[in-house]
């Protein structure tokens, strides 16, 4: 079974400044997704970042992107310029590539941009 | 944007009784879940749905919840018999097949339904 931790509950940053937030999983798997989904006081969870396990080349989206490191099975997720925006609870997520490619979450880190 | 829509926003009901939760899955999708988090949790998978049959449950997916799509929108959840633990948010999600031949894996959430057993 695939497990996904994340080490740091709570985590705050000064608005405009970068954030780095860790996951690391544990799977036999070599071939899977990772994701990090952003889940804010609405309980909307909405879908930030996704790396394909073949990929060597670190995704990123506008001021997110990821630092993956297959052998480590780290995936970290960097936000840069935070906004007061980005406060949220994030889920890292791993997807085993079979029929039901069900997603298994971490249990979360709640950012928090102060101003 | 298409997105995945849910019904009811909020439910709440007795112990005992049976509730059924609706999404409404963006349309061209063809995988459809269900997860759920209890407040304070983290998000639980449990169940997957492909061509009109379950392709994954999770042990949390026993005999008294049941899927079901019953046309060609609607996506249930249902809980037969409801128990004081089913209370916390229901999250249903899909996902699409191929675009431009390549598999899409992205999972697209709806807001949720918060199921309060009292």
């Known amino acids: 079974a695939q497990t996904v931790t994340q080490s740091q509950p709570e985590m705050s940053v000064q608005e405009a400044e970068t954030v780095t937030l860790s996951c690391t999983y544990d799977?036999?798997?070599?071939?899977?997704?990772l994701f990090w989904y952003k889940q804010p006081p609405s309980r909307q969870m909405i879908l930030v970042i996704r790396?394909?396990?073949?990929?060597?080349q670190n995704a990123t989206e506008n001021r997110f992107s990821v630092n993956f490191q297959k052998a480590a099975k780290s995936f970290s997720l960097k936000i840069s310029d935070s906004q007061l925006g980005d406060t949220a609870m994030y889920f890292c997520a791993f997807m085993k590539l079979t029929s039901g490619s069900r997603l298994t979450f971490g249990e979360g880190t709640q950012l928090t941009v102060n101003p | 944007e298409p997105e995945v829509t849910q019904t009811p926003s909020h439910q709440v009901t007795q112990m005992g009784q049976e509730v059924i939760l609706r999404c409404v899955p963006i349309s061209n999708h063809l995988y459809f879940y269900w997860y759920r988090q209890i407040l304070g949790q983290k998000v639980e998978f449990l169940v997957s749905f492909y061509n009109n049959e379950i392709s994954e449950k999770s042990e949390i997916f026993d005999d008294q919840f049941s899927v079901e799509r019953p046309d060609g929108s609607n996506f249930t959840l249902k809980i037969r018999s409801t128990k004081l633990e089913d209370s916390a948010m229901y999250f249903c999600?899909?996902?699409?097949?191929?675009?431009?031949?390549?598999?899409?894996?992205?999972?697209?959430f709806g807001p949720g339904t918060r199921l309060t057993v009292t």
């Open positions: 799977t036999s798997e070599s071939n899977y997704y």
């Open positions: 790396q394909e396990a073949y990929k060597q």
């Open positions: 999600a899909s996902r699409g097949g191929l675009r431009n031949g390549r598999a899409r894996y992205e999972q697209y």
